[in-house]
């Protein structure tokens, strides 16, 4: 059962920016973007709670923005002043109560 279905990756020149969309089956209380690029192990991006606080990692501070949509179930990522190392798979992820949920990810590339 598909539970999460990432869109909105491509290809973006450095300085360029993207909007990632997560599209949920059902309400999660924390919703989170994790990226894996080729040869390294998956990283934590951002996360934001269903009241709305966030957490970012610092690569990322500044540049990108987490929101969500509580009513229909979806969460975002901009990207913005995007660099060639933000090239990887971004994969969301949501946590219910005992249970979480990981979507097929979605690929970015940063090039010229």
């Known amino acids: 059962q598909v539970q999460l279905v990432e869109s909105g990756g491509g290809l973006v020149q450095p300085g360029g920016s993207l909007r990632l969309s997560c599209a949920a089956a059902?309400?999660?209380?924390?919703m989170a973007w994790y990226r894996q690029a080729p040869g390294k192990e998956r990283e934590f991006v951002a996360r934001?709670?269903?009241?709305?606080?966030?957490n970012y990692a610092d690569s990322v501070k500044g540049r990108f923005t987490i929101s969500r949509d509580n009513a229909k179930n979806t969460v975002y990522l901009q990207m913005n002043s995007l660099k060639p190392e933000d090239t990887a798979v971004y994969y969301c992820?949501?946590?219910?109560?005992?249970?979480?949920?990981w979507g097929q990810g979605t690929q970015v590339t940063v090039s010229s």
């Open positions: 934001i709670f269903s009241g709305g606080s966030t």
């Open positions: 992820r949501g946590n219910r109560i005992g249970s979480e949920a």
């Open positions: 059902g309400s999660f209380y924390a």
